[in-house]
């Protein structure tokens, strides 16, 4: 009798944990989806109010500076880059978001870097290069992916999410932060995009 009523017990609990996992499960399916569909950068939001001098991961400051090393060891920097609108993309390959918003940035990249734009992947995975290497060939991915394995980049921007996405115009300065996966291909990012390209 004990036997039966333990093991009824323990059912009842099991389809509990069961129903409040589907529930959860659903709604960061839910959250993360309508998340996704948010435009990421509109042409309002690339109007800096203020500006500053300092260096510091926030809008209307300067984008920290940093040096790393890029897929064949070569060391790129930030500063290599100084005069184009730079999209900086710190992602991982163990990032399901960033999988999906991959394809959308190559597709950016090859629509406006012959105007000045470039996409600037910081891979924050750690000690494993090869993985990295295996996702760009996967995802044929055309534009500059370095890594942060000391998670130098990753510290200097104080990232709580990833994938996070900051956009920097051609003076250096932040004109937007995108926590999260956008679509980076609506009408809404061309626009801002196109209007920061045209700012010399």
């Given at each position: 009798?004990?036997?039966?009523?333990?093991?009824?017990?323990?059912?009842?609990?099991?389809?509990?944990?069961?129903?409040?996992?589907?529930?959860?499960?659903?709604?960061?399916?839910?959250?993360?989806?309508?998340?996704?569909?948010?435009?990421?950068?509109?042409?309002?939001?690339?109007?800096?109010?203020?500006?500053?001098?300092?260096?510091?991961?926030?809008?209307g400051?300067?984008?920290?500076?940093?040096?790393?090393?890029?897929?064949?060891?070569?060391?790129?920097?930030?500063?290599?880059?100084?005069?184009?609108?730079?999209?900086?993309?710190?992602?991982?390959?163990?990032?399901?978001?960033?999988?999906?918003?991959?394809?959308?940035?190559?597709?950016?990249?090859?629509?406006?870097?012959?105007?000045?734009?470039?996409?600037?992947?910081v891979?924050?995975d750690?000690?494993?290069?090869?993985?990295?290497?295996?996702?760009?060939?996967?995802?044929?991915?055309?534009f500059?992916?370095?890594?942060?394995?000391?998670?130098?980049v990753?510290?200097?921007?104080?990232?709580?999410?990833?994938?996070?996405?900051?956009?920097?115009?051609?003076?250096?300065?932040i004109?937007?932060?995108?926590?999260?996966?956008?679509?980076?291909?609506?009408?809404?990012?061309?626009?801002?995009?196109?209007l920061?390209?045209?700012?010399?």
């Amino acid at each position: 009798m004990k036997s039966i009523d333990s093991k009824k017990k323990s059912s009842t609990l099991i389809k509990k944990y069961a129903a409040i996992y589907v529930v959860l499960f659903i709604g960061a399916l839910m959250l993360f989806v309508s998340h996704y569909y948010e435009t990421p950068v509109t042409t309002e939001d690339v109007q800096v109010a203020s500006v500053h001098t300092q260096e510091r991961s926030a809008v209307g400051y300067m984008a920290p500076g940093f040096t790393v090393r890029n897929l064949d060891g070569n060391r790129i920097s930030l500063e290599d880059y100084k005069g184009q609108v730079v999209v900086l993309n710190l992602w991982a390959t163990w990032c399901g978001p960033c999988r999906i918003e991959m394809p959308g940035f190559e597709n950016l990249y090859r629509r406006f870097r012959s105007e000045g734009l470039t996409i600037l992947a910081v891979s924050l995975d750690k000690d494993n290069d090869q993985k990295v290497r295996d996702f760009v060939k996967e995802y044929k991915l055309s534009f500059p992916v370095v890594l942060d394995p000391q998670q130098k980049v990753e510290s200097r921007y104080n990232t709580f999410t990833i994938p996070t996405t900051y956009v920097i115009d051609r003076e250096g300065r932040i004109v937007a932060v995108v926590d999260g996966a956008k679509n980076w291909e609506s009408r809404e990012t061309f626009d801002a995009l196109e209007l920061l390209l045209k700012k010399s």
